[in-house]
């Protein structure tokens, strides 16, 4: 069964950081292209980041660029993405995604992604 799970998710104060991480199981992770999304309540569905199966095409948002890393460990089957310098705005459910494509051709767009995990809410405020 193929599955994504998010995990790392939680409640911090403007400034702070957190660490998600999303276990993939069911496929091998080493060879898709991986992507992050985040939804806050009452918007769209909104790219965060990407990276691609070697590492080498690394995408991110400009709201997010310089204070977020995307990661993968295919040793652990296991995508990361690292937010520090968090701000109220990036409030909402964070979705980690695979693409059956090694290097999506456009990686900030959902339907270049065909599994999806379950989501984890991140929520900045003091």
């Known amino acids: 069964q193929v599955q994504l799970v998010e995990s790392g998710g939680g409640l911090v104060q403007p400034g702070g950081s957190l660490r998600l991480s999303c276990i993939v199981s069911?496929?091998?992770?080493?060879?898709?292209?991986i992507g992050w999304f985040r939804q806050a309540r009452g918007k769209e569905q909104e790219f965060v980041a990407s990276?691609?199966?070697?590492?080498?095409?690394?995408y991110y948002a400009d709201s997010v660029k310089g204070r977020f890393t995307i990661s993968r460990d295919n040793a652990k089957n296991t995508m990361y993405l690292q937010m520090n310098s968090l701000k109220p705005e990036d409030t909402g459910v964070y979705y980690c995604?695979?693409?059956?494509?090694?290097?999506?051709?456009?990686?900030?767009?959902?339907?270049?992604?065909?599994?999806w995990g379950q989501g984890t809410q991140v929520t900045v405020s003091s």
């Open positions: 995604a695979a693409s059956q494509w090694p290097t999506p051709e456009n990686p900030g767009f959902p339907y270049e992604y065909n599994t």
């Open positions: 069911g496929f091998i992770l080493e060879y898709s292209g």
């Open positions: 990276i691609n199966w070697t590492g080498g095409s690394i």
